[in-house]
């Protein structure tokens, strides 16, 4: 194989493995989605308070408290029980309904729920087994 031959199988090979890398970030990530779709589970750090918003209540807060603070990451949040600005964004248990931070999640998967145990995430896994 001649040189000109070798560099189209390297730019092929490259090409292939950059749509790979594409493909598979659209696949696992929110990749060119409306970050503000659905409902927005929230808990308090201090208080343990915890609460749902809808996805346009969510995206008014977010923008006023980035407007506050002039940054792209997610500002603190007052809470509405206590005052603290404490509040984190958190993972609604899809078996059992309670509202955790995920620092809280115990176990092996970061979305166990630490009332009932369960994880989606865990389910998936044990269905690719």
């Known amino acids: 194989m001649d040189d000109k031959a070798k560099s189209i199988v390297k730019v092929v090979v490259i090409v292939g493995c950059l749509i790979a890398a594409v493909v598979i970030t659209a696949k696992y990530t929110n990749f060119g989605g409306n970050p503000y779709e659905g409902e927005r589970p929230l808990k308090c750090t201090s208080c343990s308070y915890s ?13 006023e408290k980035q407007a506050e603070t002039i940054s792209f990451q997610l500002p603190p949040i007052d809470c509405p029980e ?22 809280e999640a115990g176990g092996k998967f970061e979305d166990e729920c630490p009332e009932c145990g369960y994880s989606e995430a865990a389910e998936r896994f044990k269905k690719k087994k």
């Open 51 to 63: 609460y749902v918003l809808d996805a346009e209540q969510y995206k008014e807060l977010v923008n």
């Open 82 to 103: 206590c005052g603290e600005q404490a509040v984190v964004r958190a993972t609604k248990c899809k078996k059992c309904g309670s509202i955790f931070a995920l620092e």
